[in-house]
């Protein structure tokens, strides 16, 4: 496995990232940010946070597979959420959840969350980009 993911003492524990990714792996893979599009380019989940997290978390997981990889080989994960306020975070959990189910993988990658005023569209209500490492 070319990540491996620690949560170093002194830092707090968080249940669905860790603080550290260390990276051995020889092909860095970057990408997108993924909106709630399904393969037709239609959004899924409008007005709905943790319907379009899981979709976001979904299209992640389908450009891993593309390229040979898996959660297991991410080693960062940056999510842009649209107006975020703490009293979101139940939904982007469950969202995640859903995904994590569905691909049956738990991502726990170092996480950066980040509240932003607005995406490319207007009903797209979060992005989620990655970056892997895979041997």
């Not at 893979?29 to 319907?51: N, S």
């Not at 959420?81 to 691909?103: H, N, Q």
Request: net charge negative; glycine share 10%.
């Amino acid at each position: 496995m070319a990540i491996t993911l620690v949560n170093p003492g002194g830092l707090p524990e968080i249940d669905v990232y860790r603080q550290v990714s260390i990276a051995s792996g020889s092909k860095l893979v970057f990408i997108a940010g993924q909106v709630a599009w399904d393969a037709d380019g239609v959004t899924v989940g409008e007005g709905d946070l943790a319907a379009q997290v899981e979709q976001c978390y979904l299209n992640i997981g389908t450009a891993l597979a593309e390229v040979g990889g898996s959660f297991d080989d991410v080693a960062k994960l940056t999510v842009y959420v649209v107006d975020w306020t703490p009293d979101k975070m139940p939904l982007l959990l469950e969202g995640i959840a859903r995904a994590a189910a569905k691909l049956g993988v738990t991502p726990e990658s170092p996480a950066t969350l980040l509240g932003v005023a607005a995406l490319h569209a207007p009903h797209h209500l979060v992005e989620v980009e990655a970056t892997a490492i895979i041997d």
